[in-house]
């Protein structure tokens, strides 16, 4: 059967409201000019459509490792120069300024923090990021205590690909950030998450551990295709636990990096309430301003406050739900 959503994506619906965001989404899916509008579409094809990839079964524990109710994640989306041009070879000399100051100022900045605090977090790197700025990985990887995970070859948009390229960036990238941090990364981030027909398919045939780029839910879930399990752990995003479209001094939604501050307050107490997980994307770039530092230090201050908390990467986080729920075999 010929779906006629094939150039489709659920997750690029989601990104339409925030072409303004640093992580931003490029183009807007189309359907074929000769594709059958969906309201003829018969109940096969509805059913086909959603059903590519969909949320399977709850894989939130009954408790996190040292007893703790809740789980604090931590992403640093490292785009830099990659979203300021790069990736649509629209090169031009100031937007790459902005990019250079994630590697030069913001990264260690936040990794500063991070350590200083004992607060461990995960990297998604798109390879070129790293490759202009290796020193990057001796900053994140000093303390021994965070992550470096995959985010695409040059945050490209995989719906825009066909599935032989898109796989073969992704391989590209893996490479490249094994040789630079000498350590494979398990887990996937699809740039401005952008999941293409294709993204599981891949993503399972690499074999990694978790992906980190949907939303069907606030806790960890098992990724079913096509209406069977995959055993891929997925780690749910979320765009109100973002920091790109609100703080874009340009954009048409920007917040105060307080008042930011206080919906992730918001969002962390009622996982705490829930005994779920806040995971929460950030980008170097973005967040490693002196004024959204201080946004950050405020929710870390509010975390630990609160307490019963723990702190893990993302790997952590999916290997200990995966052993919870007897994935492992
Ligand atoms: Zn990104």
Not at 94 to 112: E, K, N, T
Request: proline residues 7%; contains cysteine; charged residues 20%.
């Amino acid at each position: 059967m010929t779906r006629p959503i094939s150039a489709f994506s659920t997750a690029s619906f989601l990104l339409l409201p925030f072409l303004a965001g640093a992580c931003q989404q490029g183009s807007v899916p189309q359907a074929p000019a000769d594709a059958d509008p969906p309201w003829n579409w018969t109940e096969q094809e509805v059913r086909d459509a959603v059903n590519q990839v969909r949320a399977g079964r709850d894989l939130n524990p009954d408790g996190w490792p040292d007893g703790a109710r809740v789980a604090v994640l931590f992403s640093f989306d490292v785009d830099n120069e990659t979203v300021q041009g790069l990736r649509d070879g629209t090169v031009s000399v100031g937007p790459l300024s902005q990019g250079q100051y994630g590697s030069r100022v913001a990264l260690p900045r936040v990794v500063d923090l991070m350590d200083r605090e004992q607060v461990p977090a995960s990297f998604f790197f798109p390879a070129w990021s790293l490759k202009l700025a290796p020193e990057q990985a001796d900053v994140i990887q000093a303390s021994g205590m965070h992550e470096i995970a995959v985010h695409g070859w040059i945050h490209e948009r995989n719906t825009s690909l066909d599935a032989a390229t898109e796989e073969r960036l992704l391989r590209q990238a893996v490479d490249a950030l094994t040789e630079i941090t000498g350590t494979a990364p398990v887990g996937y981030r699809a740039p401005s998450w952008n999941f293409s027909p294709n993204t599981l398919d891949i993503v399972r045939r690499m074999g990694f551990l978790y992906e980190s780029s949907l939303m069907a839910d606030d806790r960890p879930y098992e990724l079913v295709q096509d209406g069977q399990p995959t055993g891929v752990v997925e780690l749910p995003v979320e765009w109100i636990l973002d920091d790109a479209p609100l703080f874009n001094p340009q954009g048409t939604r920007y917040s105060p990096p307080r008042e930011v501050m206080q919906v992730w307050i918001d969002e962390f107490d009622r996982a705490w309430e829930e005994g779920t997980m806040f995971l929460l994307t950030m980008h170097p770039h973005i967040t490693g301003h002196r004024s959204r530092i201080v946004a950050l230090e405020g929710l870390i201050a509010h975390i630990k406050a609160k307490g019963d908390v723990w702190f893990g990467t993302h790997e952590q986080a999916a290997r200990y739900v995966r052993a919870q729920a007897g994935m492992d075999g």
